[in-house]
């Protein structure tokens, strides 16, 4: 027997109302807020993300999931929302309609990672970008709309924390800064930091290990070293996110994974800590859209991830909208009138009104057995005699109360008023 590949998962339909939810909240703020929908391929050049992302970070040294295809060409299937958008915008021209281009998305994330709760190697994530623009407002609009985002779903006890990383102006001094203080303490690191110290040193901030967390607590702070444009942008930042009410956290140990970030950086955090369980984070990347050969364009972005949302609402147990399914099932009394249920069944369809049923060869006690199995709320019954005399018994499946009504007022007796 197959089974799903490891770290990947099907979402059956009992799940779906959660997805379902969640993606029809995010739809409606992100049109709220004058953002529009685009779709990007599932794989790009290889190129793309290795250039944007950055060579040294994690995802591209481990976690990419690259082939080559039959022409030659090296893909790689989307391990991140931005970049894509980024391509896209430049390709088609984006950069001549008024800026700021506001765009939304929802993509399928691959990463080759150990597979664990809220850890997977297909993600999904619902993902928004502002591009063309460094006015701390569109920092302040995104984060903004992510926070909205979790109010509506009712997510309650999250902590939203907020750095600036500085520009490349300002950042390769603090990076100096930052080694000289982790240097003295190599042996106090784990194996990965130690590696990550010549090639990466901003990620030892963030690394989960005990020792490295005790270290970076003390490690000098990216907000105490910025140039005095990109001090000013995360001044008019906090203002903004004061006056629109925002509890944010100040925390200098916010990096995140991806290089091209720069200044802004912001995440959102479920109460319970733990690597895994960041649910949503952004921030500015002004250089990306220059790096892929556009003229320079400053930018801001956010991506959430799906799995983790719905993992949040499952753990709140919060009641959600169903999913509209037929709630009337059309059975017969005797195998020569279900010709007529059949019928019966695809008139009241073209009309509007859900409905499932006729099933082939069982008594008429089997099908009603079987609508109750279904949950459905009433059954209609075609027998002989209302054959004889045009009309149809509709029966309350909950209560056996029944009523007789003639073919044509049945379906303005079931449309939903
Ligand atoms: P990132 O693209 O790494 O900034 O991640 C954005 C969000 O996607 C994270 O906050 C998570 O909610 C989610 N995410 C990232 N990686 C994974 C993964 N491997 N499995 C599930 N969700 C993920």
Redesign the pocket.
């Known amino acids: 027997m197959y089974k799903v590949p490891r770290g990947t998962a099907d979402i059956l339909p009992q799940e779906q109302a959660y997805w379902r939810f969640v993606q029809g909240k995010a739809e409606a703020l992100c049109h709220l807020y004058g953002y529009q929908r685009l779709d990007t391929p599932v794989f790009e050049d290889a190129g793309l993300f290795i250039r944007t992302i950055g060579p040294t970070t994690d995802i591209v040294e481990k976690e990419m999931y690259t082939f080559q295809d039959r022409g030659g060409k090296q893909l790689t299937l989307r391990p991140?929302g931005t970049a894509p958008v980024c391509r896209a915008y430049l390709e088609h021209g984006l950069n001549n309609l008024p800026q700021p281009v506001k765009l939304y998305y929802f993509a399928s994330?691959y990463?080759y990672?150990r597979p664990q709760k809220?850890?997977?190697?297909e993600?999904h994530?619902f993902g928004f970008e502002s591009i063309g623009d460094a006015d701390p407002a569109l920092d302040a609009e995104a984060i903004d709309l992510a926070w909205q985002f979790y109010s509506s779903l009712s997510l309650k006890g999250l902590s939203l924390k907020l750095n600036s990383i500085g520009c490349r102006a300002c950042r390769p001094d603090y990076i100096k800064r930052l080694r000289q203080y982790y240097e003295p303490h190599i042996s106090g690191l784990c194996p990965d930091c130690r590696e990550r110290l010549e090639k990466n040193s901003l990620r030892l901030l963030d690394c989960k290990q005990a020792s490295c967390q005790r270290l970076a607590l003390e490690a000098p702070k990216s907000t105490d070293h910025l140039c005095p444009a990109c001090k000013s942008h995360f001044d008019a930042l906090k203002v903004q996110l004061e006056a629109l009410r925002l509890p944010y956290d100040l925390d200098h140990r916010l990096v995140?994974?991806?290089d091209y970030y720069t200044r802004t950086v912001f995440?959102v955090q479920p109460p319970e800590e733990g690597a895994q369980s960041?649910?949503?984070?952004g921030g500015r990347y002004d250089d990306l859209i220059e790096e892929l050969g556009g003229r320079p364009t400053p930018a801001v972005g956010f991506?959430?991830?799906m799995?983790?949302v719905v993992l949040s609402l499952k753990k709140a147990d919060l009641p959600l909208p169903p999913i509209p399914q037929p709630r009337i099932f059309v059975a017969y009394a005797g195998e020569e009138n279900r010709d007529q249920a059949l019928a019966l069944l695809y008139e009241l369809r073209r009309a509007g009104i859900g409905v499932t049923g006729a099933p082939v060869g069982k008594s008429l006690r089997a099908q009603l057995r079987q609508a109750d199995a279904l949950g459905m709320a009433q059954a209609l019954i075609l027998g002989e005699e209302e054959m004889r005399s045009g009309t149809v018994l509709l029966r309350n499946l909950a209560t056996g109360e029944q009523v007789i009504l003639p073919r044509p007022q049945l379906i303005s007796h079931l449309r939903p008023t």
């Open positions: 991140e994330i990463r990672e809220g850890r997977y190697r993600h994530q995140r994974g991806l995440e960041t649910l949503g984070g991506a959430t991830g799995e983790r």
